[in-house]
T-cell receptor, first 111, second 110 residues
Framework: KAGVTQTPRYLIKTRGQQVTLSCSPI?????VSWYQQTPGQGLQFLFE???????NKGNFPGRFSGRQFSNSRSEMNVSTLELGDSALYLC??????????FGPGTRLLVL | GQNIDQPTEMTATEGAIVQINCTYQ??????LFWYQQHAGEAPTFLSY????GLEEKGRFSSFLSRSKGYSYLLLKELQMKDSASYLC???????????FGGGTRVLVKP
């Protein structure tokens, strides 16, 4: 099976812009979760989608949003970018209450 | 609380054994994961413990004590390629939300 794929892999934006990241889960996986990883805060949970519904949400501001499509692909959007949003954004897919597998991530740099 | 504690860094010699401890709050606990992450790469799955006891997978083993809120990852016959960060993560809520510890950077020296 193909693994989790994420696009784009690298992205440079400026403050105030918005960005959309995409994640395609492993075939058959209906759960997609998003995480932010920074040197200072480590890996932090953003949200999880299951069957097109947001099932869990982390402690991030409303500028961070996401959605899931009927084919389980997911997108996350960050509006009004801030310098502190520079991070590695990781997507993970899995079955119910089982192992999650991570994609390669999108490295976002906000200037 | 959500605190998951693991040492920041450990150093060991090639061929040796290293044990990485992880402690967590037990409320709402579902299961515990260990991931390996090389610098600049995504985390890769190592092990998943739900029940008490030891799970062995080749050179890597993981132990869980649910009542004590304690787990460890044991790396045997260390190789240079094992130099990486090792992340302990706890699943609590319904669904697949993981809370991660800060990670333990393991440096394997010749």
């Amino acid at each position: 099976k193909a693994g989790v794929t994420q696009t784009p892999r690298y992205l440079i934006k400026t403050r105030g812009q918005q960005v959309t990241l995409s994640c395609s889960p492993i075939s058959g996986h209906r759960s997609v979760s998003w995480y932010q990883q920074t040197p200072g805060q480590g890996l932090q949970f953003l949200f999880e989608y299951f069957s097109e519904t947001q099932r869990n949400k982390g402690n991030f501001p409303g500028r961070f949003s996401g959605r899931q499509f009927s084919n389980s692909r997911s997108e996350m959007n960050v509006s009004t970018l801030e310098l502190g949003d520079s991070a590695l954004y990781l997507c993970a897919s899995g079955m119910e209450q089982e192992t999650q597998y991570f994609g390669p991530g999108t490295r976002l740099l906000v200037l | 609380g959500q605190n998951i504690d693991q040492p920041t860094e450990m150093t060991a010699t090639e061929g040796a054994i290293v044990q990485i401890n992880c402690t967590y709050q037990t409320s709402g606990f579902n299961g515990l994961f260990w991931y390996q992450q090389h610098a600049g790469e995504a985390p890769t799955f190592l092990s998943y413990n739900v029940l008490d006891g030891l799970e062995e997978k080749g050179r890597f083993s993981s132990f869980l004590s649910r009542s004590k809120g304690y787990s460890y990852l044991l790396l045997k016959e260390l190789q240079m390629k094992d130099s990486a960060s090792y992340l302990c993560a706890v699943s609590r809520a319904a669904g697949n939300k993981l809370t991660f510890g800060g990670g333990t950077r393991v440096l394997v020296k010749p």
